[in-house]
């Protein structure tokens, strides 16, 4: 007996709806859900190879930013809110795997460099949200071993503090932190 496929109900009814393409999924899928399934997708993939999985966290977190852009350049605050805390809540999983999994002094640096361009690219997170991912980042920059990585990536962290405006990004302003500038670079 042939077993039938979980989306064979799905292409019978598109099918008999009169559809050309008896192919078509119908399946409707909310943005959340498909997070939360590359959330847990990504936490598998950590478990064997954490580079890889931090890298991948990080790449949702900014898709998921750009889904609150999206969100928000159609009038659809309440959804880009959400984006954000999706954007936020995973690089708050990057930064965790980060501190358990990565010990490899350069993989460490090439981490924060990531942190880094992601957290300058993100352009939705609330200002607490914000400050805490990138205090945080310039705290994991101090703590590398070798101290020309330690320059080199708390400079990097240094731009964090003082975000250039974007398109869209008019609380750029309200990021600014001078003084956080000055202290990353007196290091």
Known sequence: ADAASPLD???????????????????????????????ETVA?????????GFKLYLQIASVADRCAIAANAVGKT????????????????????????????????????SMVGTLLACRTFEKDDYDALVTKTAQYAAKLLKKADQCKTVMLCAHLFYPTVRDGGANDSALRNPQRVLECLQR
């Open 78 to 113: 309440e959804e880009g809110s959400e984006y954000s805390a999706i954007a936020y809540e995973i690089m708050a999983q990057a930064f965790l795997l980060y501190e358990d999994e990565v010990s490899d002094s350069k993989a460490q640096q090439r981490s924060i460099v």
């Open 44 to 52: 598998m993939i950590a478990q064997g190879d954490p580079e890889l």
């Open 9 to 39: 109900g799905d292409v019978a009814s598109s099918a008999e709806a009169g559809n050309a393409d008896p192919l078509a999924f119908n399946k409707a899928v909310n943005c959340r859900k498909l997070f939360v399934f590359l959330q």
